[in-house]
């Protein structure tokens, strides 16, 4: 029996995405290139400062290390305008109702995020007090798909990793959760998440049957 489900935020909870992609593009279109939804793909799931090594192999830049930080930080600064903008509203279909009934059952919930935004990002849309423990990219070295984050978050539960369930949007996540020794329920498209132990579009109208398997 699942004991402790942990969640990924960006693609689970949120579409922060979209948000990661407009300040990407301008940042980009700054710097002299174009940056499409379709590169953005590749960032989904991956760290900042791994994203922008992604978007400037698209422009054919090498730049030093302190411009790079920079740019980081540029990009940070549009993002957080953006995110500050979020509202519960922007929570994804199913999901209050999902955590209540965990919470309801006596299953713990965690986050499990690359994000160093995740806590502005659970104020601004009122998950702050949702989840037991939040493991985000301040806490973590090693980027998925390496499973610290899964593997902190569930030590953080006291949970051993055969006890908890993994929800995840991007192929990295699945495949971290697997190397900790954890079940994954992908989120989105089959095609893309074929690895997942089971996957659904979305957490309309999800029962608590899903996580007994
Ligand atoms: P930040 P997740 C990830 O969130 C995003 O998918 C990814 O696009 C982003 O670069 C990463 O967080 C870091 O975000 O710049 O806010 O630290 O999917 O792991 O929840
Ligand atoms: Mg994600």
Known sequence: MVKGCIFDLDGVIVDTARYHFKAWQ???IGLGFDFTEDHNER??????????RILLEVGGLTLPEHEMLKLAAQKNAWYLEYIM????????PGVPEFLEKLRIAGIKAALGTAS??????????????????IVDGNRVTNAKPDPEVFLLAAADLNL???????????????????????????????AILSQADKI????????????EF
């Open 160 to 190: 051993s990793p055969a006890d908890c369930l993994v929800f995840e949007d991007a192929i990295a996540g699945v495949e971290a959760a697997h190397r900790g020794g954890m079940r994954c329920i992908g989120i989105g498209s089959p």
């Open 26 to 28: 301008r940042l980009a």
């Open 116 to 133: 160093k935004n995740a806590l502005i990002i659970l104020v601004q849309i009122g998950l702050s007090h949702s989840f037991d423990t």
């Open 85 to 92: 903008k979020m509202t519960p509203g922007d929570i994804l």
């Open 43 to 52: 960032l989904k799931g991956v760290s900042r400062m791994a994203s922008l």
């Open 200 to 211: 659904i579009p979305d957490f309309k109208d999800v029962t608590l049957d899903l996580i």
